[in-house]
């Protein structure tokens, strides 16, 4: 039980907040039935890579508080960074084929004809 624990990082793209919570608490109640909430807290923190895990410290101070908070104030975060959503990125280097409409297709015809253009005299 302590090494799926320890194991289990949170990914927002992979993980929603309360379920990853409320599983990860199960487990620390089996390993540790005496924790204090201070301990939970922190060793959930522990868990949480990256800018959010700093994000989360930021917004709770007092690290003794209950789960539901926790649970808050992580949700909170998420959602305000975007953390949650998958970047869109084009790795193909290739520009994106704008379709054509028959009205700008005819414009440009007649910009390239060449007939209409009366000729120079010498």
């Known amino acids: 039980m302590k090494k799926a624990f320890e194991n ?3 990914d927002p ?3 929603k907040p309360h379920k990853w919570c409320l599983t990860q608490k199960r487990r620390i109640d089996c390993t540790d039935p005496n924790s204090t909430q201070l301990e939970v807290n922190e060793k959930l923190l522990n868990q949480v890579e990256g ?3 700093n994000q989360l410290r ?3 101070p007092d690290m003794d508080k209950d789960l539901s908070t926790f649970i808050a104030t992580m949700e909170e975060v998420i959602v ?3 953390a949650n959503k998958r970047q ?4 193909s280097g290739k520009k994106k084929h704008t379709p ?3 009205a700008s297709t005819s414009k440009d015809k007649e910009a390239r004809n060449t007939e209409a253009v009366p000729k120079k005299l010498p």
């Open 8 to 10: 289990d990082y949170f």
């Open 13 to 15: 793209l992979k993980h």
């Open 51 to 53: 800018t959010l895990e």
């Open 58 to 60: 930021c917004r709770l």
């Open 80 to 82: 305000q960074t975007g």
């Open 88 to 91: 869109k990125k084009n790795y």
């Open 100 to 102: 054509t409409t028959e």
